[in-house]
């Protein structure tokens, strides 16, 4: 029984990775580049809703969606001040950098703001668990939530990128910068699209991680977003089924390393998947094959 | 024409040189007439380890062209097995020389460290890119979760290995070398500011000596133009893991440095963890990458500023992370580098105008 | 015996046959063109010449050596040196640094040696640097030695990089479009420069190229490369006035 607990307690995990890797990888497969302060974008949209909930008092509602606004706005303006005018660099390593210098600005904003102790958050779901099997089987409010809207967000975002004129663009940018710009695509408009999209997910990411992990510090979101880059890599970099699909396994992988193998060895076993997929298949589980052309 | 550049190239290594051993006798006098605070007495080694890391790091980064962010692994491992060795020896030969003790210890470190970064190299140095920095933070992170594990002990029969506290098979009286997250305590003080400055004074010699040289031409051929590198001939996986391996090396030197100036060593995110990686890598990106001479004393400049202005120390990782942001613009976007050559156009036309005149 | 002889040889990518049973033989000390339109599979020749890519049949001989499917660090020693259409200078080292990675494989010395400075590092680095100075003379670039690559104008970045395969000692130097983006002034120096290295360093040398002056002025054999396929052999003059050429060249 405490099988199916830990399986779900995985999936449940692996969501709120698959919804942060969805950022990683929209935007890798679309501005071709790591974007490395992802996950501190996750930590402002928990802190924003922290605030208006707890701080303020409102309902929970509105915390979320005030942090998916501000979080919305955040990375657009990441893009278009740090990223944007390094999109021609001659080294693709000086966006990266900057990437971490972002990533460690964010950081050092939320400690001077609401300093280092951990906050304990309060959960945004109010829904009593489930129980199976005579008790057994305990599923959190959160977790039924979690999972839901990961599944939610995964047909919305299909359907966008596959039945809107926008979302038919992010491919061909993703293909192809400059053919899609002699198509008449708004190339920057649509990569500042992405980085709308995916740093919206990241603030519900942000506020599902923290109602099942309480505490909340400066530091919340690099670990998980780095593990969601391991998961986006896993499934495939650019894929967005490969980013879910990878995120939901890296998320079964982490909680049964921690249940089975070593509490302490969770991350070496979720890194360890990560050296292994890429050695034995760069590409993911359903990435692309590109070779460099002599 | 030989001269010329042969004594260029050297010319610019005795700047380097100079630097240091400057700062040392400077320091020493301060030491000696008492003019310093403990404070800055305590920094000495560490910035010493600091510019250490940063100039092996440059190495990887700069020279060779990879973004590593799992430097403060290979740091890990030289420390540990350093600190291993000479706990070891407290116990197992006490009456051992403080000198030789530390010498063997940093020749452990540093070779253990290499071998680390061999065998990580292999794997990693198949990738490209920003592939290859997630995975050198990963082996890392995977480095400094195994060392938190790692409990060796020591009793009359040898030593003893296991991963977790309650397995150890080791007699009552036997005591822990290593105690999984706890460390290892009681690593004799074998370092000082003298051997700190010898070892940065080594590794700026091999570092220097390695990129002008026929290897330092073919691993710098490789961060130019790889596939043009291997048309004439040049075995690409040879010199990218001899680079990366020598990195580590020095890298595990600095571990060793580290190690043996505290009394005890953890294996901390904040020391070992890939923020401390990243911070290495800030080192190098702010004393200018390739740069070797730029990337020691940004380590110290960076190291020391902080510390000197303790009122500043909440905003200094974000002063950090602004001034990285800051230059990576200015020095890396086309508009800014075309901008940049303009005014520098126009500064040369002034300055001929002037002239003129 | 032939410097240069290939049988047979095919690559598919895809479903697409980029070179398909291409043969050609290439007598020692011969100035041989291999010409086409774009996109005939000029280039992908090269590249399965130097192992960039593997192919699918065929054999390649090299003064007699089988070379198929070995590394391109394999090739390059046992004697082709290419340039590249694209240019693909080391960017970032000086002029004369770039020959001397050429001389890499030739004039060798260990990484200890080169750390701690010893004679043998003096000697080496010395012959080196002579060797390299000779090289560039030939080139006109020993003036600006120790300037950065990236730093010269394109014609001169040509000449460099033909200057570093020449350091690796070959027996076959393939030129990919050596003569692109230069003007009429600068092609004709090239010509001469070509004409100079094939006679006092008796290279076997095998060039792609567009320009047609340059073509009909320096080679002496030429193969002509229509849809990965060779269309046509032999002594230059009799190739450019064959009608099936003219009619690849320049449509119905």
């Known amino acids: 029984m405490s099988f199916l607990t830990y399986l779900i307690n995985g999936i449940s995990l692996g969501s709120v990775y698959a919804l942060i890797a969805l950022g990683y990888t929209m935007v890798y497969g679309i501005a071709k580049m790591l974007n490395f302060a992802h996950g501190d974008v996750i930590m402002i949209g928990a802190f924003t809703t922290y605030t208006i909930c707890s701080t303020m008092g409102l309902p929970p509602i509105v915390g979320v969606l005030v942090a998916v606004v501000v979080c919305t706005v955040l990375g657009m303006a990441i893009e278009k001040i740090a990223y944007k005018p390094l999109r021609k660099a001659s080294s693709s390593l000086a966006v990266l950098i900057t990437a971490i210098g972002i990533s460690y600005l964010l950081q050092n904003i939320a400690l001077i703001i609401f300093g280092a102790n951990s906050k304990s958050f309060t959960s945004i779901v109010s829904m009593e668990p489930i129980r199976l099997a005579d008790g057994q089987i305990n599923i959190t409010g959160e977790t039924v939530v979690t999972i839901l809207s990961c599944i939610v967000i995964m047909i919305g975002l299909m359907l966008f990128i596959n039945k809107t004129k926008a979302g038919q663009a992010m491919l061909a940018v993703s293909e192809d910068k400059g053919a899609a710009q002699l198509m008449g695509i708004n190339v920057n408009g649509t990569i500042a699209l992405t980085f709308a999209i995916g740093s919206a997910l990241a603030a519900i990411a942000g506020v599902l991680l923290c109602s099942a992990y309480p505490s909340l510090t400066p530091y919340t979101g690099s670990m998980p977003g780095i593990k969601a880059f391991v998961a986006a890599v896993f499934g495939g970099i650019g894929s967005i089924p490969g980013a879910f699909i990878g995120g939901i396994l890296l998320g079964i992988i982490e909680i049964f390393g921690k249940a089975y193998i070593s509490s302490q060895m969770a991350d070496a076993i979720v890194f360890g998947v990560l050296i292994v997929v890429l050695l034995v298949k760069p590409t993911g589980l359903l990435g692309k094959n590109i070779q460099e052309k002599v | ?357 | 015996m032939a410097m240069l002889e290939v049988n047979n040889l095919s690559i598919s990518f895809g479903g697409l046959r980029a070179v398909d049973n291409f043969n050609i033989k290439i007598k020692e000390g011969c100035l041989y063109g291999l010409i086409g339109p774009n996109g005939a599979g000029k280039t992908t020749v090269f590249n399965l010449l130097t192992g960039v890519y593997k192919p699918n049949e065929g054999i390649i001989k090299l003064a007699g050596e089988n070379i198929t499917g070995k590394k391109t660090i394999e090739i390059n020693r046992a004697g082709i040196a290419r340039t590249f259409q694209n240019i693909r200078l080391f960017k970032a080292l000086s002029v004369i640094d770039n020959v001397k990675v050429g001389l890499h494989n030739h004039e060798k010395y260990s990484t200890l040696t080169g750390i701690f400075r010893l004679p043998k590092y003096r000697r080496i680095e010395k012959k080196m640097e002579e060797e390299a100075m000779e090289l560039l003379k030939v080139f006109d670039l020993d003036g600006e030695a120790e300037t950065l690559a990236s730093n010269l104008p394109y014609g001169k970045q040509r000449k460099l990089e033909i200057a570093r395969a020449l350091a690796t000692k070959p027996k076959l130097l393939l030129l990919d479009e050596p003569a692109a983006g230069m003007n009429p002034n600068e092609t004709q120096e090239l010509m001469d420069t070509i004409r100079f290295v094939r006679d006092n360093f008796n290279m076997t040398i095998l060039l792609i190229e567009h320009d047609m002056k340059l073509v009909s002025g320096i080679c002496e054999e030429l193969t002509v490369l229509n849809f990965g396929q060779v269309l046509c052999q032999g002594e230059t003059s009799e190739v450019l006035n064959n009608p099936e050429v003219i009619k690849a060249y320049l449509g119905e």
């Not at chain 2, 700047?15 to 007439?33: D, F, K, N, R, S």
């Not at chain 2, 009122?311 to 602004?322: H, Q, S, T, V, W």
């Open chain 2, 1 to 357: 024409m030989k001269k010329m550049n042969i004594s260029k190239s050297s010319k610019n290594n005795m700047i380097t040189y100079g630097i240091v051993i400057i700062a040392y006798v400077v320091m020493q006098i301060l030491l000696g007439t008492g003019n310093i605070s403990s404070l800055m007495k305590g920094m000495l080694v560490p910035l010493c380890v600091y510019a250490i890391l940063a100039v092996s790091l440059n190495l990887t980064v700069g020279i060779l062209g990879e973004l590593s962010l799992g430097h403060a692994g290979f740091m890990c491992v030289g420390a540990f097995s350093g600190a291993f060795f000479s706990k070891y020896m407290v116990i197992a030969a006490p009456g051992m020389p403080g000198a030789l003790r530390f010498f063997i210890a940093i020749l452990i470190g540093a070779v253990m460290a290499g071998l680390f970064g061999i065998l990580i190299g292999i794997p990693v140095l198949r990738l490209k890119g920003d592939y290859l920095a997630i995975v050198t933070l990963a082996f890392g992170e995977i480095i400094k979760n195994l060392v938190n594990i790692l409990h060796v002990g020591l009793d009359e029969k040898g030593l003893h290995l296991a991963f977790t506290n309650t397995s150890i098979k080791m007699s009552e009286n036997g005591t822990f070398i290593i105690k999984g997250a706890q460390g290892i305590t009681g690593t004799p003080n074998d370092s000082g500011f003298t051997i700190s400055i010898v070892l940065l004074l080594i590794t700026l010699f091999i570092v220097l000596n390695l990129v002008n040289s026929r290897t330092g031409r073919a691993i710098m051929a490789i961060r130019d133009n790889t596939i043009a590198a291997e048309s004439v001939g040049i075995n690409i996986t040879k010199y990218k893991l001899m680079a990366f391996s020598i990195s580590a090396a020095l890298a595990g030197v600095a571990g060793v440095l580290y190690a043996h100036n505290l009394s005890t060593l953890t294996a901390l995110p904040k020391n070992f963890g890939y923020n401390m990686s990243i911070m290495i890598l800030v080192f190098v990106v702010l004393g200018g990458i390739g740069s070797i001479r730029g990337s020691m004393i940004a380590a110290v400049i960076l190291t020391l500023l902080p510390e000197l202005l303790r009122g500043l120390n909440n905003y200094r990782m974000l002063i950090y992370a602004i001034v990285l942001i800051v230059m990576m613009l200015f020095n890396w976007a086309p508009k800014c580098i075309e901008w940049r050559e303009r005014l520098m156009a126009k500064l040369k036309l002034g300055k001929a105008a002037k002239e003129v005149s």
